[in-house]
């Protein structure tokens, strides 16, 4: 959907804000000069953010945060601070703006029915502001109320006859281009006026012949044409030319009824490190020139990554973080997203207790957590120095990090969920990235950042010792296969167990189907090996396939597939389906639904209902499946 040059103003200007403290209002001004005079919205986003950390529920930092954000693309963040600010605000006569603000978010998530309430809402207490019955248009438009969005555009029309939006919305491209190009001959020099030009002259010339003016200013007239004869490079820039997505085949589509003799045709792909550019995508274009992963990283950052799951980031380990930041200028500290919003919005606002110099948080970046091995090993690859957090740590990112040569720090814990980056390093003999406290963990991650000829040292060191003793699974495979590669199994070897009994043991399935945390997935004879962490739900184990099933419920554990097809499964519990109490579990679905809608944010309450909710849900999921 084209960008709306109206709104960009609107969002920043209409909305009336409350008076705030004079610290807070200091830094929303500096926010608001940088946002309007030089369209810097980064660094007006920081001085939102100042103004927020001077006052948490000032509702207007809150209000132009969701503006910024809105402009930046992130729509969801934009939704999550313009919500914030009604609920600091509800009074209509402070918040009109804010709603239709949030009515044009939730249409750019696609959410029009939701933005249509708090579209009416603004319509209400504006009295039908122009800027409410356009929003409104928008939304009945995208609701495919085509008649009720007319109505409300001629209203607008008849309200102010020289309202470009309200014209371009109507289709009336005619007198769109009229007034713009009034415009644009009183001021060549306004940029926003002559690219919305050039927009224009696209929508209404669909051969695409012409040179706008935007491009070659010599040009006096609309209708003008460039006679020369060449092809016009244009490229289309995105990370969504992989296959099966809609905004892919709707490109293929255009690129089908380009002509060549015109257009030389170029893919900018943004890498997605979880898919590749689509086979018939890349056949349609001239040129496909994939982006480095690295594309927003400076070369004169550091990379701290922590790629582990959110609950694994204990307060003890902020404090690392934070002199990390501290004592390293240029470092910056990577960490992923949780599976819930509400999870990540907890660490944030933990982390930002102790992180709390605005110029520090800024280098602390979230990113989306990411699936399978290939993926995760592409954003790995990004790091500088891995950390291995205490006294919770990872084996499999552990050894993915030792594979690349990523030199990964390490604590020595009497804890075993905390070794497993000790014990491949002991395996090593390498006990260079070990540390017994939490200074010497510091010190060690700060002279592998900022030492980078020390650090290149470490990683060829690694790599070296890695390869030599078979950390990898990947290397154990290939030695297995290579020691064994006459012996092919036929079926899969389960050994399945609570810490205090032995279901399996050795015995010869089919086929066994595992509840992974990523995904549910089964494993037969010679399937790739693999660790998975267990979420709650059902290991069902086929002794023969589609003759004797016998199925588990698990809470949680981890699974490990081997290269000769060994499977052991080590969980926290086992329950077979038949013994499970269906009324038990449903009364616990209500029970902790409710004990998870009454905790409070960012308490452990709130955590270990959300454990126990989503543990009961899985159980009456299980009876279900039986």
């Known amino acids: 959907m084209r960008s709306r040059v109206t709104v960009a103003v609107v969002l920043a200007l209409t909305w009336q804000p409350t008076i705030a ?63 914030q600010a009604i609920s600091v605000s509800p009074s209509l006569d402070k918040s009109a703006m804010t709603h239709c603000n949030l009515a044009e978010t939730l249409r750019k998530l696609h959410r029009p029915a939701d933005g249509l309430h708090h579209g009416d809402m603004c319509f209400n207490a504006t009295g039908g502001s122009e800027f409410s019955l356009l929003v409104l248009a928008w939304l009945y438009k995208d609701l495919d109320e085509p008649r009720k969005a007319v109505d409300v555009l001629r209203r607008l029309v008849a309200m102010n006859d020289q309202h470009l939006e309200a014209w371009d919305t109507l289709g009336d491209l005619d007198m769109a281009r009229q007034m713009l190009q009034r415009a644009y001959d009183v001021s060549h020099a306004d940029v926003l006026r002559y690219t919305k030009l050039a927009t224009l002259h696209s929508h209404s010339c669909p051969a695409l012949h012409f040179t706008a003016p935007h491009i070659a200013l010599g ?69 496909v020139k994939v982006l480095s992963m690295h594309l927003a990283h400076s070369q004169q950052w550091t990379i701290y990554m922590c790629p582990q799951s959110v609950y694994k980031l204990v307060p003890q380990f902020d404090r690392v973080l934070f002199e990390i930041l501290r004592q390293d200028p240029q470092g910056h ?95 090593m003999d390498m006990l260079d990235c070990v540390a017994s406290t939490e200074d010497e963990y510091i010190a060690i991650a700060l002279r592998l950042g900022t030492d980078a000829v020390y650090r290149s040292d470490v990683r060829a060191n690694m790599l070296s010792r890695a390869v030599r003793r078979s950390i990898h699974t990947t290397a154990l495979r290939a030695a297995t296969e290579n020691a064994s590669s006459s012996a092919v199994a036929t079926k899969v070897t389960l050994n399945l167990s609570t810490p205090h009994q032995a279901f399996y043991k050795g015995v010869q399935v089919d086929l066994v189907q595992v509840p992974g945390l ?11 090996p693999i660790i998975s962490q267990l979420k709650p739900g059902v290991i069902a184990v086929h002794e023969e396939r589609d003759k004797v099933v016998k199925k588990f419920f698990t809470a949680g554990g981890f699974a490990f597939t081997h290269a000769d097809s060994t499977t052991d499964i080590a969980a926290v519990e086992l329950i077979k389906v038949e013994d499970i109490d269906a009324s038990a579990a449903e009364a616990g679905v209500q029970k902790y639904k409710q004990a998870l809608e009454q905790a409070a944010d960012g308490t452990p309450e709130k955590v270990e209902a959300q454990i126990a909710y989503e543990t009961h849900l899985a159980l009456v999921a299980a009876l279900a499946s039986a």
């Open 219 to 287: 040009v006096g007239t609309l209708f003008e044409f460039d006679k020369t004869f060449r092809r016009l490079r244009i490229g289309f820039m995105s990370k969504f030319f992989v296959p099966n997505h809609a905004h892919g085949m709707l490109l293929r589509g255009v690129l089908a009824h380009l002509n060549r003799q015109l257009f030389h045709v170029t893919l900018v792909v943004v890498p997605d490190p979880q898919q590749q550019v689509d086979a018939a995508m890349a056949a349609a274009a001239d040129a």
């Open 333 to 427: 500290v990577v960490l992923l997203e949780a599976r819930y919003p509400q999870w990540t919005r907890q660490l944030r606002t933990r982390l930002q207790q102790t992180i709390n110099s605005t110029e520090m948080w800024n280098r602390v970046h979230f990113r989306p957590r990411v699936g399978g091995s290939d993926a995760f090993l592409k954003l790995l690859s990004v790091a500088d120095v891995v950390l291995h957090p205490f006294p919770f740590g990872g084996s499999k990112t552990s050894a993915d990090a030792l594979l690349l040569g990523l030199p990964l720090v390490a604590m020595k814990t009497p804890f075993l969920r905390s070794r497993m980056a000790y014990s491949f390093y002991l395996h």
């Open 21 to 83: 403290s004079p610290t807070a209002a200091e830094f929303i001004a500096q926010g608001v000069a940088y946002q309007l005079a030089t369209h810097d919205l980064i660094q007006a986003k920081h001085m939102y953010q100042a103004a927020l950390s001077v006052s948490p529920d000032n509702v207007e930092a809150l209000h132009l945060l969701g503006s910024v954000a809105y402009h930046e693309g992130h729509f969801h963040e934009a939704q999550e601070y313009l919500e």
């Open 518 to 528: 990523v995904g549910e997935y089964g494993v037969t004879a010679g399937h790739t």
